[in-house]
């Protein structure tokens, strides 16, 4: 299964697309405002709105042989480690090796954050490279997974 933490997700289309091709299975997770999937291989799965209730219906079904793709690293944390694997939106491959200093540096950064409220800044823009390397990161997970 490919759970997509979907609320503001850049790649939903590229996810359905990749999943179609190797008939892979896709939860599309949102508190709402996404229009109904077509694609018999999606499925839209409503949750509550509130904190983190996405992240936790996902993290509790995400385990080995599944993607998860977020750019929560909260939610990416619990997926790796039930064994899922986990892709960001811009590409970049959360794994046993590196979800421990990512989730040091989010919360380096919301501390530094908390302490400045007037600290300006944000995360890069999306671009099209981040969109391709996307594409590639889901294509190697799914042919993993296939083995």
Partial sequence: ????????????DEVERVAS????PVVLVTNGGLRLPTNP???LHIVPAGP??????IADRA???DVV?????????KAVAAGAAVLRPNGEALTPANIGPTLAARDLMADLRAADPF?????KLFSKADRSRFLDG??????????
Avoid: F
């Fill in 1 to 12: 299964m490919i759970y997509v933490d979907a609320d503001a997700c850049p790649v939903r």
């Fill in 21 to 24: 091709r190797h008939a892979h």
């Fill in 41 to 43: 291989l999606v499925t």
């Fill in 52 to 57: 983190d209730v996405a992240d936790q219906w």
């Fill in 63 to 65: 385990g080995a042989g």
């Fill in 69 to 77: 793709v977020t750019n929560d690293i909260p939610l990416a944390a």
């Fill in 119 to 123: 600290r300006q800044g944000g995360g």
């Fill in 138 to 147: 889901l294509e190697r997970a799914l042919r993993q997974i296939k083995g």
